[in-house]
């Protein structure tokens, strides 16, 4: 239970990255509303590492949670914000992605 309450973290992660480049491209309340967002989501992903943490290796829940933070915002970035999906980035990505399932497998 606690892997799957990390992975709903890193994608409330995923959520705030997303609401500050949305907040960037808006201008009024849609910009408030992005921040709020913003906000929300973050206060939900560290309470939710918070929880994790009682139960799992800081070291390895911190490394996951921005991990699956870090991806899911790339691919947001690509999908969402029309970033370069190079070869080199896919490549690093791949790697992360590696990482992060590595630390799982590892981890006690």
Avoid at 43 to 72: D, N
Wanted: a positive charge; proline letters at 2%.
């Amino acid at each position: 239970m606690n892997w799957i309450l990390l992975i709903i973290a890193g994608l409330f992660e995923v959520g705030f990255a997303t609401c500050l480049g949305k907040a960037k491209e808006a201008s009024g309340m849609e910009a408030t509303n992005w921040y709020i967002g913003f906000v929300l989501c973050l206060g939900i992903s560290m309470a939710l590492l918070l929880k994790v943490t009682q139960h799992l290796p800081i070291g390895t829940a911190y490394a996951v949670w921005t991990g699956i933070g870090a991806v899911g915002t790339v691919l947001v970035g690509i999908l969402v914000f029309k970033e370069p999906a190079t070869f080199w980035r896919l490549l690093f990505l791949m790697t992360l992605i590696a990482s992060i399932i590595g630390l799982k497998v590892v981890s006690h």
